[in-house]
């Protein structure tokens, strides 16, 4: 089973507020992004620490997203490194091979590709699915494609 426990400290110092003098006072305005050729990239990174079956793991996720008009796609580069061996003797601090002995592993570097919003008459996804309902919830709440850690699917909404 996968239990991720989120390293909190460094949530919390990423998301802390700026100093009062790092921001714009009243007098000036903070500058706006330039949006004018309509690209919009973002960047995050997670990590975060786990057991996934008897192994101790630490997960050290980033990833990157690019919105172009209607089209948008996100990059990311999952890595889980070995802290402590329960099970058959692995080396420590190596890469969880598991997560990459298939071909469909190599799709988590591209999760998805959308064209769209749901809310356009014309939408579609293709990569993960995550936390999908169809109409109010009745039928279909929460649907998730992948949920086998050793095995990725892609999805196409």
Not at 74 to 95: E, N
Not at 135 to 149: A, C, K, M, W
Request: hydrophobic share 40%; aromatic share 10%; glycine share 8%.
């Amino acid at each position: 089973m996968r239990r991720w426990m989120p390293l909190t400290a460094i949530i919390l110092a990423l998301c802390s507020p700026l100093p009062a003098s790092a921001g714009p006072t009243l007098t000036q305005q903070a500058p706006k992004p330039d949006r004018s050729n309509g690209v919009t990239l973002g960047l995050d990174a997670f990590s975060g620490v786990g057991q996934i079956h008897h192994d101790l793991f630490t997960e050290v996720t980033v990833a990157g997203f690019l919105e172009w008009k209607k089209l948008s796609a996100s990059l990311r580069v999952p890595l889980r490194f070995r802290l402590k061996d329960y099970g058959p003797a692995s080396p420590r601090g190596t890469i969880r091979p598991e997560d990459w002995d298939e071909v469909s592993d190599y799709f988590r570097i591209v999760p998805f590709v959308a064209w769209g919003t749901p809310n356009d008459a014309i939408f579609a996804r293709l990569g993960e699915i995550t936390d999908y309902t169809l109409g109010h919830g009745t039928l279909i709440s929460g649907y998730f494609n992948s949920i086998d850690i050793d095995h990725y699917q892609p999805g196409l909404v």
